[in-house]
């Protein structure tokens, strides 16, 4: 049973840091390309960052030169730290257990967590 569990979400504002992190449970964690996802109301979910197996990195352009998604096989986790937030960042952040295709786009996996809100607010 594979279970993705977030955390280090909270209120924020804006221009400050927050870390979110992942621990996923099961085998095989190293063999998989992991992402970050955020969803407001009324919207579809979007992908933020991604990273593959072998660390690459890739990211949506809102979140480029703020956002950094890493890894830590040892520990089963992921993280996205976040930088100079805006209250456009607003959201319920996921992460996902995925697999990259063949024209190295990220391609979402059936598990995810339950979520941790972030909100960035004065």
């Known amino acids: 049973q594979v279970q993705l569990v977030e955390s280090g979400g909270g209120l924020v504002q804006p221009g400050g840091s927050l870390r979110l992190s992942c621990a996923v449970s099961?085998?095989?964690?190293?063999?998989?390309?992991m992402g970050w996802f955020r969803q407001v109301p009324g919207k579809q979910r979007e992908l933020v960052a991604h990273?593959?197996?072998?660390?690459?990195?890739n990211y949506a352009d809102s979140a480029k030169g703020r956002f950094t998604i890493s890894r830590d096989n040892a520990k089963n986790t992921v993280y996205l730290q976040m930088n100079s937030l805006k209250p456009e960042d607003t959201a319920v952040y996921y992460c996902?257990?995925?697999?990259?295709?063949?024209?190295?786009?990220?391609?979402?996996?059936?598990?995810w967590g339950q979520g941790t809100q972030v909100t960035v607010s004065s």
């Open positions: 996902n257990r995925g697999t990259i295709g063949g024209n190295s786009a990220y391609t979402m996996g059936d598990y």
């Open positions: 099961g085998r095989f964690f190293s063999i998989y390309a």
């Open positions: 990273i593959t197996s072998r660390g690459s990195t």
